[in-house]
């Protein structure tokens, strides 16, 4: 269990379908740590999802800078996108 002083915690999560709970929780699980991440969800059920805030907050204590690291790149993957699909015209 984690203490509240040691939780690296994370706040203001975009609500965006890249960042969605599934798929943070998916992708975790592919982390190799895995095991020290699932400490933190005992007897958790494997067809739910569990609490978006908490997954981050785990995550973000466990592996420091994956939650903001993986926001910064999606949103400069939305910036880039968004700029290729109205790119500004200087006539």
């Given at each position: 269990m984690l203490k509240k002083s040691e939780v690296r915690w994370?706040?203001?999560?975009?609500n965006w379908?890249?960042?969605?709970?599934?798929?943070?929780?998916?992708?975790?699980k592919q982390r190799p740590e895995w095991q020290e991440?699932?400490?933190y969800f005992p007897d958790f059920p494997g067809?739910?999802?569990p609490n978006k805030q908490y997954l981050v907050n785990v995550l973000n204590t466990v592996v420091p800078n994956l939650v903001m690291d993986t926001i910064k790149?999606?949103?400069?993957?939305?910036?880039t996108e968004e700029e290729d699909e109205s790119p500004i015209l200087m006539t």
């Open positions: 994370v706040e203001h999560l975009p379908n890249e960042f969605n709970t599934k798929r943070i929780w998916l992708s975790s991440i699932i400490r067809d739910s999802l790149k999606i949103r400069q993957q939305k910036v």
